[in-house]
Each structure stands twice: as C-alpha cells, then as structure tokens.
C-alpha cells in the first residue's frame, strides 16, 4: 500500500507562472514531510521540509503547505523557472528523529520558457 | 551538509555477477541508508547501514542478495549480488547527519544488467 502518493505523474507550466504540486499520505502518524528535486543522473536535493505543527513553510519561491485533517500538502513554486524543470519528489516520516523516509512516486515537472 | 561520494557512477554488468557500490562521506554521520530506484518509480528503502552490525533490511530485501558493510562513521558498501535484469536500478547512498535535518543523497550509481 503507497503511503505517499503523487497523483499527477507530470506538469507543465509556463515559465514565470505558479506550480503546484500536490501529494497525499495515508499514514497519520507521519509527522515531518520533506520535498525533494531530481534532476537527471543525479542524486535527490532536499529542497524544503515542514513539520506536522506548522501549515506553511516558506523558502524563496519555495511554499509548501501542509493540510494535516485532510493529509494532504503542496509545494508551491513561484515565479516557475526552466531550470526548476526536474523530478519533484514527496516524503513523510514518522518525527524528526532518525528514522526512515517514505518517499512518492514523484512528479515531473516541465517548465517552459 | 555531508558531502557524499558514490562509486562507481555507473556500470554495465553480466547477468550471474555482483557488483559492490562504495558510499564515502566526509564526515562522521550517525546514520546511512541504501535507497534504489528502479526505471520510472519511486526510492525505496533497502535497508539501513549500522556501524559495527549488520544492516536492518526492509520487506523484501534480504542479506544473501543484498549484502551491506559499515566498517565505520563515515563509509558503507552496498553489493548487488547475483544479478538479474529486474536488478537494473538506480541505487542510492544517503546520510542523515544530525537530529532534525534533511536526508542527504549521494549522485547515485546506475546499473545496468545484461
């Protein structure tokens, strides 16, 4: 059973406009969520987390939200760049202690200029 | 954060053989995780790399296949033994380097089996 899922396998946007990327999770016990950037022969990039007692986090033109009654967050990016054209991951972990982390099945993203 | 060297960056390899992947980090790190990917999915968790013992291994991974060393804070070897086809992945070296931080990746190894 996926405990994180991505339901759009792929976005496009226009550059300079907003994305969105969606993720939901199934396991109410995940308390810290994490999204991470892939591009191409490279290894995941963290990009911005949020822990269970916040709703929004804040990083640049990084937003992510998180909707704990609904389990569900977004990050939002804005203005969308070509170079934040990648692989966009979503995680959850139980705390923010050492433990392992689930991770979706991703979204790509493709942001055209 | 930790910087994280994975070799070989990839590799073609024969159907039967094992490869070992090496993971270096440049400092000491509590804990380290072996993650593969395989073509269009998700990272999934193989196992975890503990110092001085012998790996945790998630459902459906087990040590005959997939067998683990950490000798110290700061190296681990992940073996990807007798190879199959269905083995050709990403595989992927991460750390988590302090309380409340980020998963830390390596740039992975792409293997390849014919």
């Known amino acids: 059973d996926q405990q994180v899922k991505q339901n759009s396998p792929s976005l496009s946007v226009q550059e300079g406009r907003i994305s969105i990327l969606n993720c939901d999770y199934t396991n109410s016990m995940f308390d810290y969520f994490l999204w991470y950037k892939k591009y191409p022969a490279e290894g995941p990039t963290f990009l911005i987390s949020?822990?269970?007692?916040?709703d929004k986090n804040e990083d640049g033109r990084f937003t992510v939200f998180l909707n704990k009654s609904a389990k569900h967050l977004s990050l939002h990016i804005v203005p969308s760049q070509p170079g934040d054209s990648a692989v966009y991951f979503c995680a959850a972990k139980e705390g923010t202690s050492y433990d392992k982390v689930i991770f979706g099945p991703g979204t790509s993203l493709s942001v055209i200029p | 954060s930790a910087v994280i060297s994975q070799k070989p960056s990839r590799d073609i390899c024969q159907r039967g053989t094992s490869l070992t992947i090496q993971c270096q980090v440049d400092s000491q790190v509590t804990m380290m995780f072996w993650y593969r990917q395989q073509p269009g999915q998700s990272l999934t968790l193989i196992a975890t790399?503990?110092?001085?013992?012998?790996?945790?291994?998630e459902s459906g991974f087990v040590i005959d296949k997939f067998p683990i060393s950490r000798p110290n804070l700061t190296f681990s070897t992940l073996t990807v033994s007798n190879m199959s086809p269905e083995d050709s992945s990403i595989y992927l070296c991460s750390v988590w380097d302090s309380y409340n931080s980020p998963l830390h990746f390596g740039n992975g190894t792409r293997l390849t089996v014919t």
């Open positions: 949020i822990s269970s007692i916040k």
């Open positions: 790399a503990n110092q001085g013992s012998e790996a945790t291994y």
